[in-house]
């Protein structure tokens, strides 16, 4: 596996992570740990080397699970986790106050048998919290000697920068792939000039890009793509050309869908590190053979060409959730 380091952080990290949130919470198919404890392993064998959670995940269980797994392998791995979400009455609500923050990471230390978490992350921007506030207990974490880098995660570029100038970040992990390009706008310029990594999560479209989810695909109430716009038939059976572009690049690459999307990734900066999830051994062997394809100048801009003549169809989040993104 290929290895990238997050802007100037001095973080190396394997070109392509993996996101451990859909082993056990928020999609329908999920595995038992022991299930999910041979496929992180099996990850780790593979040159995987950074591995993202967060307390919320189950809640917590995600978090358990991923420290059972990997602490055989601790000095191999980076391990990020994440604060700022929990449930109350049975919501999801912003907390990152200090004392709300000193608790979580002491309950995500505890979970995943570690003494120090490598990458830790704002969750989502807390609108009645200081960012300079969140910034400076990361500060302090620091010197603790609790965390070692810090990040944020769905942050608009604003905060991004006063969070920086308090305690430079390390990376910035938002949602970025063929169907969500939004980032490209203004995050991505704004992090190449503070020297701030990126690491996208559902780099494959939540699924959609592996071209597995037809127009006709359902979902359980379990599942998160069920109240995704974007996975309603219409939108679906509309975004299938970009699946059909896709392939059609596959074909030529003797490679996957799938590859393509992640090679695709992996071309835009080299600071960037996506973070497939998948809780198939054929797919991680197919996301982690991706590190290796190759695309051309040439092959790029035919992918970008096509892109722009293949409007996405439907919202990524349902309004709610929207809203607390992009802060």
């Given amino acids: 596996m290929k290895r990238r380091t997050l802007g100037k952080s001095g973080l190396e990290v394997s070109a392509l992570g993996f996101g451990c949130m859909g082993l056990n919470y928020a999609y329908s ?36 699970l991923v420290g059972q797994a990997l602490k055989p392998y601790r000095d191999r791995v980076v391990i990020a986790t994440k604060f700022g979400i929990k449930l109350q009455d049975g919501k999801q609500v912003q907390d990152s106050h200090p004392s709300q923050i000193r608790q979580s990471v002491e309950g995500s230390l505890k979970r995943l048998q570690t003494d120090v978490i490598d990458l830790y992350y704002q969750h989502r921007v807390d609108t009645q919290v200081p960012i300079e506030d969140v910034a400076g207990t990361m500060k302090d974490l620091i010197s603790e000697g609790k965390i070692t880098h810090w990040g ?6 604003q905060t991004v920068r006063r969070a920086h100038a308090v305690q430079p970040v390390t990376a910035v992990e938002s949602e970025y792939s063929l169907w969500w390009r939004r980032p490209e706008e203004a995050l991505l310029p704004a992090l190449e000039e503070l020297g701030i990594g ?56 003797k490679a996957t869908a799938a590859q393509i999307a992640l090679a695709w990734l992996l071309a835009q900066k080299p600071w960037i590190v996506p973070i497939p999830g998948t809780t198939k051994l054929s797919r991680l062997e197919e996301n982690t053979a991706a590190a290796h394809i190759e695309l051309t100048q040439a092959d790029l801009k035919t992918i970008d060409e096509a892109l722009a003549h293949i409007p996405v169809a439907g919202e990524r989040y349902p309004e709610e959730l929207e809203k607390r993104t992009g802060l």
Avoid: C, W
């Avoid at 595995?31 to 780790?44: H, K, P, R, S, W």
């Avoid at 944020?152 to 570029?157: K, M, N, P, R």
């Avoid at 998160?224 to 970009?242: C, E, G, K, W």
């Fill in 198 to 253: 990126f690491v996208p999560f559902s780099p494959l479209g939540k699924g959609f890009l592996t071209g597995s989810i037809g127009k006709n695909a359902t979902f359980a109430k379990s599942d998160f793509r069920s109240i995704v716009p974007r996975f309603t038939p219409d939108a679906l059976d509309a975004n299938q050309a970009l699946v059909d572009l896709l392939t059609r690049v596959a074909a030529q690459k």
């Fill in 29 to 64: 198919h999920t595995l038992n740990t022991q299930e999910a404890i041979a496929l992180l392993q099996a990850a780790v064998e593979r040159g995987v080397t950074l591995f993202d959670t967060a307390e919320m995940y189950g809640p917590f269980t995600n978090e358990e």
């Fill in 152 to 157: 944020l995660s769905e942050a608009g570029v």
